[in-house]
């Protein structure tokens, strides 16, 4: 088979997320439109500006990770054991892989592992002993995570990290597209994300980009005139991406298919005034939907960056408007989990892939009242899918913009084949 026609289809879903652990719950908090942000408890926020995130309730690293990796890897790590152990179990794949070299881990990572780090840091300093435990390096370290995944799961084929900040989540996933051409059977792909720590607010802060409301309710509200800038949030979602052939021997549910994807680059540092390239990010969706063979009005639902930013609101409708005219149908839930980074563009993903498996293309969360310059058209009622097309979209920090297209399988109990 040539590179060409080895297509990546998703057969396994992990989230650990706000809205939930496991793909179900997370699901069922969409739908629902119930929001799961509030206070900070992570660490003591009450001298911050802003105190409110996103955070996974009551989660139980020790449940998914021996005690003796749980004391060398960072609480982003540990969602990232977590989300790819249920994306496996999911798929219906063993948690080691069968043939190693043919299995593969392609994560997106942003800032590394803050709270072991902060702590580390914090002893360094305190401390008569000026020292950092021996596990700080690769604890913090970026790829700590592709790194401890591909020893848990013996996945030692082509591995990697992406860093495009939010737009690695769905980077991530065309790279396993890419690896699985290249002849991999099997690549976990997605992101996590845990940025609540002292020091990985305080960087967030300095953006000038983090809402400071004290109502979780009205804190984080994209595309809405009372748009106040963006929560915080940790987790995401973690993927077993398979080539189709070994998916279909071993009778595998598939979700749907990677069908296209496009990256571009504003080439311009964000600052405190800029907004992004609404040119350069509509440029990324055009190239995802060409390569994915699809029109715009193919498109059942477009998924949003939705930073909940006005001027980035604002420029992100102007190019969505580029793309689809008058015509997009949006709906976003990142309002009701907070911002993952790059663990939320994953998020998305999951939205996308489950609203086909359920066959029910779910409401947007918001706007109550659409900001001037973001008349699209959101989605005020659950309905179901036409062509089950969808376009993810994400734009991260300092410039990166990434589009994703996704063919969505049949629901359950028809031929998802």
């Not at 009622?381 to 300092?398: I, K, M, S, T």
């Amino acid at each position: 088979m040539t590179e060409r026609r080895r297509r990546a289809v998703v057969t396994g879903i992990g989230v650990v997320a706000p809205s939930g652990v496991g793909a179900e719950q997370h699901w069922r908090t969409v739908l629902s439109g119930q929001r799961r942000t509030g206070p900070i408890t992570l660490f003591d926020a009450s001298g911050y500006p802003t105190r409110l995130g996103g955070e996974v309730a009551d989660f139980d690293p020790a449940r998914h990770i021996d005690n003796r990796t749980l004391v060398q890897t960072d609480r982003w790590t540990h969602l990232g054991f977590a989300a790819t152990r249920l994306a496996l179990a999911d798929a219906g794949l063993p948690e080691q892989a069968p043939d190693p070299y043919g299995w593969a881990v392609t994560l997106a990572s942003s800032s590394g592992g803050n709270l072991f780090g902060q702590r580390e840091l914090q002893r360094l300093w305190s401390s008569p002993a000026r020292t950092v435990g021996a596990y700080q390096s690769i604890a913090w370290f970026y790829a700590a995570s592709v790194g401890q995944l591909s020893i848990r799961h013996q996945a030692k084929g082509p591995c990697g990290v992406l860093v495009t900040e939010s737009a690695g989540g769905l980077d991530s996933l065309a790279h396993a597209v890419r690896t699985i051409r290249r002849g991999a059977s099997v690549v976990l792909a997605g992101a996590t994300e845990c940025p609540l720590s002292p020091y990985a607010l305080a960087c967030q802060l300095s953006s000038g980009l983090l809402s400071e409301a004290a109502d979780p309710e009205r804190a984080y509200r994209p595309f809405d005139a009372a748009a106040c800038g963006y929560l915080p949030a940790e987790g995401g979602a973690v993927f077993v991406l398979e080539e189709y052939g070994h998916a279909a021997a071993r009778g595998a549910r598939i979700y749907g298919e990677v069908a296209g994807w496009g990256a571009t680059h504003d080439a311009v540092h964000t600052s405190a005034t800029s907004a992004g390239d609404p040119h350069q990010y509509a440029r990324a969706m055009r190239l995802a939907l060409g390569r994915a063979e699809a029109e715009p009005a193919e498109v059942d639902v477009v998924v949003p960056d939705a930073l909940g930013v006005p001027r980035y609101d604002r420029a992100e409708a102007t190019a969505l408007r580029a793309v689809f005219g008058d015509a997009a149908p949006v709906s976003t839930h990142k309002a009701l989990t907070g911002r993952a980074h790059q663990g939320g563009s994953a998020l998305d993903v999951a939205t996308a892939l489950l609203a086909y498996r359920h066959d029910t293309l779910p409401a947007s969360a918001g706007p109550e009242t659409v900001a001037d310059g973001c008349e699209l058209d959101f989605l005020r009622q659950h309905r179901r899918p036409r062509a089950r097309v969808a376009l993810v979209c994400a734009r991260g920090f300092d410039g990166f913009n990434s589009a994703l297209v996704l063919r969505g399988a049949a629901p359950a109990g028809e031929d998802r084949r």
